[in-house]
């Protein structure tokens, strides 16, 4: 198993530009999970989803931001325009079925926003 | 509304020493609670998790922690420190109510293991 898959690894942008950030959960996971971290705020929870569908998007920073899950495979997370204050590591991570089961992690995305 | 506290930032030991990783918790309900590892430039990883049963989990890499209900805390050990174990390391938790699967990280604790 890949375990979680996120592209790209870095992604460096001028203030304005639209950033897309994609996420790959692991195969028959059904809870997905965006997480913006900075060294001021640490590990923040953005937006989950539970089979395909949004459950709590109130991390959600501001309307710049909106993530989708078209379907079991793929998320995106989506800032436009951006900003310099979106300089973070945007982690996904997803969830086996069964209530209390551990997070898998993807190894985020670095952004930088010029 | 549930939270995690990690009440130290920075923690130092020497090589071969215990390490102890402070973790409280508050939840409304019986919690779920994980340690997490990070490393420079990399994901979270598991490390171990209560949910039931015996206060004493143990978990990957040597790592153990202790469920105290009565003191709400779910501290992080290891009886001899490696200078690997050095990273960021989260406590998270979560209620065992409802359907919400979200969890609630702590602020994290820098290890360093000194040679």
């Known amino acids: 198993d890949a375990g979680v898959i996120q592209s790209p690894r870095h992604e460096v942008t001028e203030m304005g530009q639209e950033v897309t950030l994609r996420c790959k959960p692991i195969?028959?996971?059904?809870?997905l999970f965006w997480y913006r971290q900075t060294m001021m705020r640490g590990l923040e929870l953005l937006i989950y989803f539970n089979n395909n569908v949004p459950i709590d998007d109130s991390g959600m920073p501001e309307d710049r931001f909106s993530a989708k899950m078209p379907n079991a495979s793929f998320s995106t997370l989506k800032i436009q325009p951006s900003e310099p204050r979106d300089s973070a590591v945007y982690f996904c991570?997803?969830?086996?079925?069964?209530?209390?089961?551990?997070?898998?992690f993807g190894p985020g995305t670095r952004l930088t926003v010029l | 509304a549930q939270s995690v506290a990690q009440p130290e930032d920075q923690v130092n030991v020497a090589e071969g020493n215990p390490l102890t990783v402070k973790c409280t918790y508050s939840v409304s309900g019986n919690p779920y609670l994980f340690w997490y590892v990070q490393y420079p430039n990399r994901g979270l990883q598991f490390l171990l998790k209560y949910i039931t049963g015996d206060n004493l989990v143990k978990g990957s890499y040597g790592f153990e922690a202790e469920f105290n209900k009565s003191q709400t805390s779910f501290h992080l050990k290891k009886p001899s420190a490696l200078v690997s174990d050095s990273a960021l390391y989260f406590c998270?938790?979560?209620?065992?109510?409802?359907?919400?699967?979200?969890?609630?990280f702590g602020s994290g604790t820098q290890l360093t293991v000194l040679p």
């Open positions: 998270a938790v979560r209620d065992n109510t409802g359907s919400a699967r979200q969890l609630t």
């Open positions: 991570a997803s969830l086996v079925r069964g209530s209390y089961n551990e997070q898998f």
């Open positions: 195969s028959g996971h059904n809870s």
